[in-house]
T-cell receptor, first 111, second 116 residues
Framework: QKEVEQNSGPLSVPEGAIASLNCTYS??????FFWYRQYSGKSPELIMS????GDKEDGRFTAQLNKASQYVSLLIRDSQPSDSATYLC???????????FGKGTHLIIQP | DAGVIQSPRHEVTEMGQEVTLRCKPI?????LFWYRQTMMRGLELLIY????????DSGMPEDRFSAKMPNASFSTLKIQPSEPRDSAVYFC??????????????FGDGTRLSIL
C-alpha cells in the first residue's frame, strides 16, 4: 500500500514569512513528485513538480526532494494571504501511472 | 486551450438512482484518470485509461461503479445504484503521459455529488 503523509495543519504563517510544507512517501520506486494547491471548493491546481534530488525554484516557490530520505518539501517565500489554501503532495511513477496523494496541509497566511 | 471539462458540476439525487458523471479530457492527452475526494480519505484514484483502454480499476470501490471511455474525447463514470456513502467530489484528470515519465495531471473542476 503506497502512502503519502502530510501534516494536516493548520499551519499558520505571518504574511511575508516563509511557509514550509513537508511530505514523506513510502514507495522507494517513485519517480515523480508534485505539489498541488487546492482552494476550498475548487479543484487541485499544479504549482510545482520535481523529479531529481535537490532544489527546484519557480518564482516564490521552491520544491526540495531527498529520495534517500523519501522526503519532499515545498517552500513559499514572501507568503501572501492569497497563498492560504490546502497544499497536496502527490507522488507517482512507482510502477503505476496514477498519483498517490497526501491528505493535504491547510496553510493560513495571516495578514 | 480548454482544460478538462466535467459535467454536471453538482448532482443531488436519491439513494438507489443511477448517476452518470462525464468528462472531456484535454485534447491530445492520452491518459484519463477518475479520482474521488472525501474529507476522511482525501483524493483517491478510482480508475485510469490509456488511449481509451482501462488500465487499472483497482480503486473502484465496488461493482456499483463502472467507467467507460468510448473515444479519446469522452469518458463516463457511472454509479448504479447510488448510496449515501458515495457522496463526494469526483474529479477527472488527464495527462500527456505517465507519471513515470514525469508528466503532470491536470484536473477538471469536479462534480460534487450528494446522495440523499
Amino acid at each position: 500500500q503506497k502512502e503519502v503523509e502530510q501534516n494536516s495543519g493548520p499551519l499558520s504563517v505571518p504574511e511575508g514569512a516563509i511557509a514550509s510544507l513537508n511530505c514523506t512517501y513510502s514507495d522507494r520506486g517513485s519517480q515523480s513528485f508534485f505539489w498541488y494547491r487546492q482552494y476550498s471548493g475548487k479543484s487541485p491546481e499544479l504549482i510545482m513538480s520535481i523529479y531529481s534530488n535537490g532544489d527546484k525554484e519557480d518564482g516564490r516557490f521552491t520544491a526540495q526532494l531527498n529520495k534517500a530520505s523519501q522526503y519532499v518539501s515545498l517552500l513559499i517565500r514572501d507568503s501572501q494571504p492569497s497563498d492560504s489554501a490546502t497544499y497536496l503532495c502527490a507522488v507517482g511513477g512507482g510502477g503505476a501511472d496514477g498519483l498517490t496523494f497526501g491528505k493535504g496541509t491547510h496553510l493560513i497566511i495571516q495578514p | 486551450d480548454a482544460g478538462v471539462i466535467q459535467s454536471p458540476r453538482h448532482e443531488v439525487t436519491e439513494m438507489g438512482q443511477e448517476v452518470t458523471l462525464r468528462c472531456k479530457p484535454i485534447s491530445g492527452h492520452d491518459y484519463l484518470f477518475w479520482y474521488r475526494q472525501t474529507m476522511m480519505r482525501g483524493l483517491e484514484l478510482l480508475i485510469y485509461f490509456n488511449n481509451n483502454v482501462p488500465i487499472d480499476d483497482s480503486g473502484m470501490p465496488e461493482d456499483r461503479f463502472s467507467a467507460k471511455m468510448p473515444n479519446a474525447s469522452f469518458s463516463t463514470l457511472k454509479i448504479q445504484p447510488s448510496e449515501p456513502r458515495d457522496s463526494a467530489v469526483y474529479f477527472c484528470a488527464s495527462s500527456l503521459g505517465t507519471t513515470y515519465n514525469h508528466q503532470p495531471q491536470h484536473f477538471g473542476d469536479g462534480t460534487r455529488l450528494s446522495i440523499l
